[in-house]
């Protein structure tokens, strides 16, 4: 399954964005989906997880300000961005997932992802 993302870019904080991801196929073939990012400097970090029976999991960072989900008809997940903070600047990636032991991995190798960037 080939996952593709787009929406990012320059905004001031206290702005929103919007990230989108079309995938391949079907994307209620995705058990687990979500969005992962990479600050500067810094590992890969879960944002969100969204399971096809519609559990989400939110990192703390970003509980009350990100929304993830998933629009079936277009084969699309999104992950809504509001209230961005300049520690929200990341690549942001959009991943197949695979739950092992209650922990979200990758099932793929990471792509060019999305950038985002908060700076005013």
């Known amino acids: 399954v080939e996952l593709v993302e787009s929406g990012g870019g320059l905004v001031q904080p206290g702005g929103s964005l919007r990230l989108s991801c079309v995938v391949s196929?079907?994307?209620?073939?995705?058990?687990?989906a979500g969005w992962y990012r990479q600050r500067p400097g810094k590992q890969h970090e879960l944002v969100a997880a969204?399971?096809?029976?519609?559990?989400?999991h939110y990192a703390d960072s970003v509980k009350g300000r990100f929304t993830i989900s998933r629009d079936i008809a277009n084969n699309t997940l999104y992950l809504q961005m509001n209230s961005l903070r300049p520690e929200d600047t990341a690549v942001y990636f959009c991943?197949?997932?695979?739950?092992?032991?209650?922990?979200?991995?990758?099932?793929?190798?990471w792509g060019q992802g999305t950038r985002v960037t908060v700076s005013s």
């Open positions: 969204h399971t096809r029976s519609g559990i989400i």
């Open positions: 196929g079907s994307i209620d073939s995705l058990t687990y």
């Open positions: 991943m197949d997932l695979a739950k092992i032991n209650s922990d979200y991995q990758p099932r793929q190798s």
